[in-house]
């Protein structure tokens, strides 16, 4: 069955393509779909700006289509970045002055208050136009600089376990990740 992502972020894209083709599904993103609409994020949630863009997309193709908004929430900032894990900072900043704005942020922070998680909400419309919405979390905590070379986004300084995202393997950060519990809780709802 054909399923557009909706979104263009290769990350997620190859991630997702990962963890749903094997279901059977035929994933493309937006790009590959040939949509070239920028869907305003302007909800104050995960679950409202996931819900945003997959109805945006699902009202343009009638296709079956998957939207997600995850993020980073650390608790010695209130939850910040949280929603706005992706627009942090100023607009020029990239995802490594993402991060390291991050750091600076956290400085003063001692080890035991590093604590945060990656959260992701999928909102999933099927052809006929039911929807479904599913969160994944993924606790850990926040390193003091970046190490690895893998993932992208804030992966460098989170910690799960005793590495970074970005130090884990692809296969091991797909099967525990934030997306990967979303996806879980999504095919259980599929099936």
């Given at each position: 069955?054909?399923?557009i992502?909706?979104?263009?972020?290769?990350?997620?894209?190859?991630?997702?393509?990962?963890?749903l083709?094997p279901?059977?599904?035929?994933v493309?993103?937006?790009?590959?779909?040939?949509?070239n609409?920028?869907?305003?994020?302007?909800?104050t949630?995960?679950?409202?700006?996931?819900?945003?863009?997959?109805?945006?997309?699902f009202?343009?193709?009638?296709?079956?289509?998957?939207a997600?908004?995850?993020?980073?929430?650390?608790?010695?900032?209130?939850?910040?970045?949280?929603?706005?894990?992706?627009?942090?900072?100023t607009?020029?900043?990239?995802?490594?002055g993402?991060?390291?704005?991050?750091?600076?942020?956290?400085?003063?922070?001692?080890?035991?208050?590093?604590?945060?998680?990656?959260v992701?909400v999928i909102?999933?419309?099927?052809?006929?136009?039911?929807?479904?919405?599913?969160?994944?979390?993924?606790e850990?905590?926040?390193?003091?600089?970046?190490?690895?070379?893998?993932g992208f986004?804030?992966?460098p300084?989170?910690?799960?376990?005793?590495?970074?995202?970005?130090?884990?393997?692809e296969?091991?950060?797909?099967s525990?990740?934030?997306?990967?519990?979303?996806?879980?809780?999504?095919?259980?709802?599929?099936?």
């Amino acid at each position: 069955m054909k399923l557009i992502i909706a979104s263009n972020n290769k990350g997620k894209i190859k991630e997702f393509k990962k963890l749903l083709e094997p279901m059977g599904y035929e994933v493309f993103s937006q790009r590959e779909a040939d949509i070239n609409i920028e869907v305003e994020e302007n909800g104050t949630t995960f679950e409202e700006n996931a819900a945003i863009k997959a109805r945006a997309i699902f009202k343009l193709t009638g296709c079956a289509t998957l939207a997600d908004d995850s993020g980073i929430s650390v608790d010695a900032l209130d939850g910040a970045p949280g929603v706005y894990s992706a627009r942090y900072g100023t607009p020029d900043l990239d995802d490594e002055g993402r991060t390291a704005l991050l750091l600076k942020e956290m400085q003063n922070v001692p080890d035991d208050k590093r604590t945060a998680r990656y959260v992701a909400v999928i909102h999933f419309i099927k052809e006929n136009g039911e929807e479904i919405s599913v969160r994944g979390e993924c606790e850990g905590k926040i390193g003091y600089e970046p190490v690895g070379e893998n993932g992208f986004g804030y992966d460098p300084v989170f910690i799960y376990g005793d590495k970074t995202f970005a130090q884990h393997t692809e296969e091991f950060k797909n099967s525990v990740s934030h997306r990967a519990n979303a996806l879980k809780k999504l095919a259980l709802k599929l099936a």
